[in-house]
C-alpha cells in the first residue's frame, strides 16, 4: 500500500472522529452562544440542528478545496483520469469520514433523521470515492463531484431560519430559498452536460481501457444514481420555493 493511500485512509479515521467531536461537543455549545433559541428545540431538534452543523462545516471546507483545486491543479485537469491525485486524495478522504459519520448518525437516530435517499446517496459515494482512495483514478471527476456540497449551507440555513421561527414569507427566508435553488441548479444540474462530455471525450481511450470494468462502473453507475437523486432534490427544493412565493403573494393580497 502507497504512502499516499496509507495517509489517506488515516484521514478517512481522522475525520470521522473529528466530526463525531464536533456534532457531541463543538456544535451544542457554539450554537448556546450564538442563538438563544437553540436552548428551547426538543432533543430531536437540537440533534439534527447539530448534524446540519457538521454538515455545514463539510461542505464549506470541501467545497473550496474543490474549487482551489478545479482552477489550479494542472496535473488533475491535464489528465482526468490519471492525473496527480494527491490533493484530491485528501479532499475525497475528508468526505469519506464525514460519510461514515453521517450514515452512523443516521442509523443512530432513524426515526428522526433517517432517510432512505441520503442513505443511497452516502453508499454510492463511499463506492465511488474508495476507488479513488485505492487506486488514485478519476481524480477530476471525483473532485468535480464533490462540487455539489457548495449548495449543502444554503439548504441548511433555511432549515435553521425555521427551526428559529422565520416566518417562510419573509424576505430573508425567500432570499436564501432563492439562492438555494440557483446555486443548487448551478453545482448539481447545470454542471451534468459538461460532465458526460468531459466522460465521452474520455471513452475508449487507452487511459479508460487501463481502469477495468470494476472501476468504469464503479464511475459512471453511481454518477448516474447520483444524478437521479439530485433531479428529485431539484424538484423538490423548486416546488417548496414555488408554494413560499405564493403563500406570500396571498398573504400580501389578503
Known sequence: MEDSTRLGYCIVAGSFVAFQFFFSAVSPQLSLSLSSRY???????????????????????????????????DAVNANP???DPWLVKLNIAVTCGYLLYDLLLLVRYWRTLGDSLFVCHHLAALYAYGYVLSRGVLPYFANFRLLSELSTPFVNLRWF??????????????ANGLA??????????????SYYMQVYSWYGTPEYERLGLGVQLAWIGPSLALEVLNMVWMYRITRGFYRAICRS???KAA
Open 39 to 73: 436552548s428551547t428545540l426538543p432533543s430531536v431538534k437540537q440533534n439534527e440542528w447539530n448534524s446540519r452543523c457538521v454538515s455545514t462545516l463539510h461542505a464549506v471546507i470541501v467545497g473550496l478545496f474543490c474549487l482551489c483545486i478545479l482552477w489550479f491543479d
Open 81 to 83: 483520469i490519471w492525473g
Open 161 to 174: 431560519l425555521d427551526a428559529v421561527g422565520w416566518p417562510r414569507s419573509s424576505w430573508v427566508v425567500l
Open 180 to 193: 438555494m435553488m440557483v446555486v443548487f441548479f448551478v453545482v448539481r444540474i447545470a454542471v451534468i452536460p
Open 249 to 251: 403573494v396571498s398573504r
